[in-house]
């Protein structure tokens, strides 16, 4: 990969959805901190563009998707700002030269300045990390595609419910042009 043109997206890997005892734990999160952590030092030992793509709500559930909101309400809220569970693990914390791309819908890329941001760095391809597959995973990897972008998930670094929705989307990943690795075959 030509490492001037790369960029590193660490998607939702928030408290409220990686640590077990969390309000909306997805499984398998936690396990791939380790895999991040490793690319993650890579980006930074090269000065490369890391982004930590999050997801944000208003307490109120008033930007949620719709078939979230009753559960928000009335059951448990989660990523809200400025409560502990909307921020990053403390594994993955971004320092002071690293993007910070807030989204409250699945995709990085919806109503976000993040291709904007790419454009200006020169950015070609990107290489994604995060949680969870069938939604902002997916999202993200699916609009990348459609804007141009070359793309590279790492599946040992990225995670789901279930190890059937994790394959289930890997392979419509790899459909379309996406390519699917574990970290240990990643070249930057």
């Known amino acids: 990969m030509n490492s001037s043109k790369v960029a590193l997206f660490i998607i939702d890997m ?10 909306s734990c997805i499984t398998g999160a936690n396990a791939t901190i380790p895999s991040i952590v490793k690319i993650l030092n890579e980006f930074r030992d090269r ?56 989204k409250n819908r699945f995709s990085g890329f919806m109503n976000t300045e993040l291709d904007f941001m790419l454009r200006r760095l020169e950015i070609s391809k990107i290489i994604i990390t995060g949680t969870q597959y069938p939604n902002c995973v997916r999202a993200t990897a699916f609009d990348a595609v459609a804007l141009g972008y070359d793309v590279t998930v790492v599946t040992d670094a990225t995670s789901a419910a279930t190890e059937g929705v994790v394959m289930a989307n890997i392979i419509d990943l790899q459909n379309i042009g996406i390519n699917c690795i574990k970290s240990n075959e990643l070249e930057i």
């Open 14 to 23: 928030q408290k409220d959805f990686v640590l077990p005892e969390s309000p």
């Open 47 to 102: 000065e490369l563009p890391i982004f930590h793509i999050v997801r944000e709500y208003r307490g109120d559930g008033s930007d949620i998707e719709k078939f979230r909101l009753k559960e928000f309400v009335e059951k448990k809220k989660y990523a809200v700002p400025n409560t502990s569970g909307c921020e990053i693990v403390d594994e993955l914390k971004p320092k002071d030269n690293e993007y910070r791309i807030v």
